[in-house]
């Protein structure tokens, strides 16, 4: 990303995988620190440590990340971002979309982990069109 | 016959190497997101955590 600053727009919709215990949970952690402007520092942090996302180990991440415990811990439980989620995992199934991860780079699929080189040809061929 | 096998072949390869150029739109919504919104290239990410 930071080969590319300025030239790339990264948007991140949840596909949790629904056989997964804390798949779920984990994107309700992402969002309630996006609610807190730290949705970044919770998605590194969060790939980081995983597969640890119960629900414990998740209010120890945001305690680390320094956001307001009472409202984090709120959202998680009343599942305040499940419609979001949904809606997500409802545009997922309806584009036929069951790998994670799963990339569309202006538009174009790349199914699964990938070497960085493998997304530098593509977004390099993407600039030199618009160019 | 092994011609036409060998036509196929080519005909399978240069159809497969096509067949991610698809592109599809994928609509962003107020999903999280990082960037300049009018930068050249969007990459959208289905992820999950776990």
Known sequence: MD????????????????YRDYSHLAAEASLAAKDQGKYWEMHDLLLQRSPVLDRD?????????????KKFTASLDEKKHAQEIEQDKKLALDMDLYNTPTFFINGRRVVGERPFEYFKKIIDEELSAKR | MKKLILIMIVVFISVSAFADEKRFAVPVGDSPSTGPMNAPVTIIEFLDFQ
């Not at chain 1, 948007?11 to 629904?18: D, E, L, Q, S, T």
């Not at chain 1, 180990?57 to 415990?69: C, G, H, N, P, V």
């Open chain 1, 57 to 69: 180990s998740l209010i120890k991440y945001a305690r680390e990340l320094a956001l307001d415990m």
């Open chain 1, 3 to 18: 080969t590319y600053a300025g030239k790339i727009r990264l948007v991140i919709k949840n596909a949790p995988y629904i």
